[in-house]
């Protein structure tokens, strides 16, 4: 089978889900369903057979695989199936937060196989806000960090590659111990240093009384930590490790979006 035409399968089944067509080696075209059940679920019984997994395993696995491709209940229709139940008066991100707080409650607390789980149904005076209750919820969480002794050059070429003010500085056993800030490094030029024969390193500039907050921390007291210490950005920490961060940059983005949807819901 050439790449092209493993391609267009691949493609086809993720766009498509069960209705897609998938092309055999034989060059025959198949829906993806029916390919399921009449040729791949029958030899992957023979197969697990023939290992000697145990029988009541074997059917128990399989017959999940068969019941979800013999309702249709794919990762697309179901998706699809969940917005379209929610009604169309409710607005795209509190739809799409309530289906992923769905599926997160079922695969918690649930021990029912995908194809049965319940619909999603929107909570009553849920609203855009209840996405950024905490920082959990829209903290930065692909961060780039640096070590205490590696050069300021790196973490200021970071900042220019990621578009970012802050890098934080982790030791050997990935703990935050400093942050270097934008304005670490203004000052760093403003004092001469920058231009001088010796080896400045992240060390050297980085700031180590930090203010941190964990997942849980509300919004509104993150934000009030940042103005009443007249501070850029909060390491977001849990079980002693750093898992996101903060920036007034966050704040603001998370503004202007509250803005725009009550200046549009105005007219």
Request: contains cysteine.
């Amino acid at each position: 089978m050439s790449f092209d035409e493993a391609k267009t399968n691949f493609f086809n089944a993720a766009r498509y889900g069960f209705k897609g067509q998938i092309r055999g080696l034989d060059g025959q075209s198949r829906r993806v369903g029916r390919l399921i059940l009449e040729e791949l679920l029958p030899r992957a019984r023979k197969g697990l057979a023939k290992a000697n997994v145990d029988e009541a395993d074997n059917g128990r696995l399989i017959d999940v695989i068969e019941r979800r491709v013999y309702h249709r209940k794919d990762r697309i229709t179901m998706d699809a199936g969940l917005l379209q139940a929610m009604g169309s008066n409710s607005k795209p991100t509190v739809k799409l937060r309530t289906l992923t707080a769905t599926m997160k409650r079922h695969q918690d607390n649930d021990d029912i196989p995908v194809h049965e789980w319940a619909l999603a149904e929107i909570p009553e005076g849920c609203e855009w806000i209840d996405n950024y209750r905490t920082v959990e919820q829209f903290m930065a969480v692909d961060l780039y960090t640096v070590r205490p002794e590696d050069i300021v050059d790196l973490a200021a070429s970071l900042m220019h590659w990621r578009h970012v003010r802050h890098v934080p500085v982790e030791d050997d056993s990935a703990r935050l111990i400093g942050i270097v800030s934008h304005r670490d490094l203004i000052e760093l030029i403003a004092t001469g240093r920058a231009g001088a024969d010796q080896r400045i390193v992240v060390r050297d500039i980085m700031k180590t009384n930090m203010i941190t907050v964990s997942p849980e921390t509300t919004t509104l007291e993150a934000l009030s930590l940042l103005r009443a210490n007249n501070i850029g950005c909060l390491p977001v920490i849990k079980d002693d490790h750093l898992v996101g961060i903060v920036t007034a940059s966050d704040f603001l983005t998370v503004s202007a979006k509250f803005l725009e949807e009550r200046l549009n819901d105005i007219g």
